[in-house]
């Protein structure tokens, strides 16, 4: 089957979406990345059933990415934030640990998208996605609202309905 047919064979797909910021100083007034997502989300015919804002805790991260991916109204869990270098980025290893498929094309691409937009700084992303416990997708995304709608318009977005068709078969 070519890849246009599987493309056509989920267009009905809805996914179920879980977002999660990771920030130690927003609020849910000030994350414009988690509001970028929701809305694009909602934009692309799929549905957000769960919001959070954690601070950057490893052990936060874990203990809530483990309900949602448990959680069978969940297909898709979305974090933004946390992916970078820096003393208080320490989430990317929960991350790592509970995906089982890694999808390393993913952060790949998004380096090279960001590249265009940022130049050599694309580097210190760690973003990364995959197939994670439970069979649910698992994306990791910088807390820049700008890397945030370049990963959900030219990664997340467009496979999406396609990803989950084959987890589905």
């Not at 692309?44 to 809530?64: K, N, S, T, W």
């Not at 974090?79 to 970078?84: A, D, P, R, S, Y």
């Not at 973003?127 to 994306?139: C, H, N, R, Y």
């Amino acid at each position: 089957m070519s890849y246009t047919q599987h493309q056509s064979e989920a267009e009905p797909i809805v996914a179920r979406v879980a977002v999660v910021t990771l920030s130690d100083t927003r609020t849910e007034a000030t994350d414009g990345s988690g509001q970028a997502i929701r809305r694009l989300v909602a934009d692309a015919g799929h549905v957000v059933v769960r919001y959070h804002l954690i601070r950057d805790e490893p052990a936060d991260l874990e203990a809530l990415l483990r309900e949602l991916l448990s959680h069978p109204d969940v297909d898709v869990v979305l974090t933004n934030g946390g992916t970078g270098i820096g003393g208080r980025d320490r989430t990317m290893g929960v991350v790592d640990r509970l995906i089982e498929t890694p999808l390393p094309g993913f952060g790949e691409l998004f380096r090279m998208l960001s590249w265009e937009q940022v130049g050599s700084g694309a580097m210190l992303s760690r973003a990364s996605g995959g197939v994670a416990e439970g069979g649910k997708l698992l994306f990791a995304m910088p807390g820049s609202t700008k890397a945030v709608e370049l990963a959900m318009s030219r990664l997340v977005l467009p496979e999406l309905k396609h990803l989950l068709r084959e987890l589905r078969k």
